[in-house]
């Protein structure tokens, strides 16, 4: 791809370079692979909990009868489940980034 700026044509540098940690070596793949799946299941771990206790604020806010609680509280369970969604779907959502933007 060539773009001109002025009078001289100036291309891309990185025209047809793709990602590759393989140039690491195969240890470096399998450890980073295991690394990133370790803390993505600890951040789903960690989001789990943080969404039972938007739950146990609805609760609380229902049983005393606080109608700003409850709605507060259903607010906070619809944007901690989102963010377990997301969580969740991860790999779907960046491997279609890579496809669109790539």
């Avoid at 739950?55 to 989102?82: P, Y």
């Amino acid at each position: 791809m060539t773009t001109i700026l002025g009078d001289s044509p100036v291309t891309n540098p990185l025209d047809g370079v793709t990602p590759d940690m393989g140039i690491l070596g195969p240890a470096f793949v399998t450890t980073w692979a295991r690394v990133a799946g370790a803390v993505w299941a600890l951040l789903i771990a960690a989001a789990v909990f943080y969404l039972a206790a938007a739950f146990l604020s609805m609760a609380q806010a229902k049983r005393i009868g606080n109608a700003h609680m409850v709605t507060d509280a259903t607010g906070e369970v619809k944007v901690r489940a989102a963010a377990l969604a997301g969580l969740i779907g991860l790999p779907v959502i960046v491997g279609t980034i890579i496809t669109v933007v790539g």
